[in-house]
């Protein structure tokens, strides 16, 4: 679930603009995930690559080698979509679970 | 190999110059370990790229490559592994080929030099034949063999932390190299039956025949 859950949140990230993995493990761990190396993230991005979720283009830099900038496809933004449906869902459950444990229910 | 993946290959080998050393032996285990898997090398070449351009610009960051890789180097090759396409049962077998006739056509490049140079100093006439015997060709194999074992074992052990007793690896290595070099020595001394016998220049035909099919297969299979 937590590897899905990585998935969506890099799709998020990337949704918000065109970047590359370092900044995505940058920004993930400014969110409150922790350090997330670019190793880390790389797989995960070639899978979603694979799935045609998002598209790489490869751009110069100024301060090193090429870098490949993703952005996401249409298939990404209804992924990302659902995913956002199942998080609040998720995320509603778990808080009525929690609910009822402050009112002394279970 | 193909045209994409010796440009690509070229690029690379071009780009990883610019690794520093310290950074140089995860690398390198890296790649080793990527090579060992059923990825073709159009796409081992790709992720190689990949993975130089993110060391490099951890570089200019001024990070190393633990902090670039976070450490699980081993879990990262094999999540890359696992996400990439994986050869066919075809490919396999072509790749199979491939390097068995690749070992052909050297072992047998080999042979032809030896026997030129025995026919000329026995009998003048380097160009009268080339002879096989069963002990050669079973020598051939073993080599074959020993040889894919070797790089199979190299590849999948790239990641081995465990301390390795420098003197126990080599009395390992030396009573390993000893028994292939008997067992060779054997079979090239008690087989000795002419099992082909063939002109020199149909030998060379062979060996650029092999050597052709070779090519081809690496381009279209690798």
């Known amino acids: 679930?937590?590897?899905?859950?990585?998935?969506?949140?890099?799709?998020q990230v990337i949704n918000q603009k065109e970047t590359y993995a370092y900044i995505v493990s940058k920004e993930l761990a400014k969110c409150g995930f922790g350090e997330i190396s670019e190793g880390t993230i790389y797989p995960i991005i070639l899978r979603l690559q694979k799935k045609e979720l998002i598209s790489?283009?490869?751009?110069?830099?100024?301060?090193?080698?090429?870098?490949?900038?993703?952005?996401?496809?249409?298939?990404?933004?209804?992924v990302l979509k659902q995913f956002k449906r199942d998080w609040d869902e998720l995320?509603?459950?778990?808080?009525?679970?929690?609910?009822?444990?402050?009112?002394g229910k279970i | 190999?193909?045209?994409?993946?010796?440009?690509?290959?070229?690029?690379?080998?071009?780009?990883?110059?610019?690794?520093?050393?310290?950074?140089?032996?995860?690398?390198?285990?890296?790649?080793?370990?990527?090579?060992?898997?059923?990825?073709?090398?159009?796409?081992?070449?790709l992720i190689r790229g990949d993975l130089i351009d993110m060391i490099i610009d951890g570089q200019n960051r001024g990070d190393n490559i633990q902090k670039v890789m976070g450490e699980n180097y081993k879990e990262i090759c094999d999540e890359i592994i696992s996400?990439?396409?994986?050869?066919?049962?075809?490919?396999?077998?072509?790749?199979?080929?491939?390097?068995?006739?690749?070992?052909?056509w050297i072992l047998g490049v080999a042979l032809i030099i030896k026997t030129l140079i025995h026919n000329i100093m026995e009998v003048e006439d380097g160009f009268i034949n080339y002879t096989l015997t069963s002990g050669e060709i079973l020598n051939g194999v073993i080599i074959v063999i020993v040889a894919g074992i070797t790089v199979n074992y190299i590849s999948k052990t790239s990641f081995n932390e465990k301390k390795h007793n420098r003197l126990m690896l080599f009395i390992k290595t030396f009573i390993i190299l000893s028994m292939i070099i008997a067992v060779m020595s054997f079979s090239s001394h008690y087989f000795d039956y002419v099992l082909i016998n063939i002109s020199m220049l149909a030998a060379m035909g062979i060996i650029v025949l092999l050597f052709t099919v070779e090519k081809a297969l690496s381009q279209k299979y690798d």
């Not at chain 1, 679930?1 to 799709?11: R, S």
């Not at chain 1, 490869?58 to 209804?78: A, D």
């Not at chain 2, 032996?25 to 080793?32: A, D, G, H, L, R």
Request: proline fraction near 2%; glycine fraction near 6%; hydrophobic fraction near 35%.
């Open chain 1, 1 to 11: 679930m937590l590897k899905g859950m990585l998935d969506g949140c890099i799709l």
């Open chain 1, 56 to 78: 790489a283009t490869v751009k110069k830099s100024n301060s090193g080698p090429s870098r490949k900038y993703y952005k996401l496809t249409s298939s990404g933004e209804e």
């Open chain 1, 91 to 103: 995320n509603n459950a778990v808080g009525s679970l929690f609910h009822l444990e402050l009112e």
């Open chain 2, 1 to 45: 190999m193909s045209r994409a993946s010796k440009a690509l290959m070229k690029n690379n080998n071009k780009k990883e110059k610019e690794i520093l050393k310290e950074n140089q032996e995860i690398y390198t285990n890296m790649v080793i370990y990527l090579r060992g898997s059923d990825m073709t090398e159009y796409n081992q070449e």
């Open chain 2, 83 to 104: 996400t990439m396409p994986q050869k066919t049962t075809i490919e396999k077998i072509m790749s199979f080929f491939t390097f068995t006739f690749r070992m052909i």
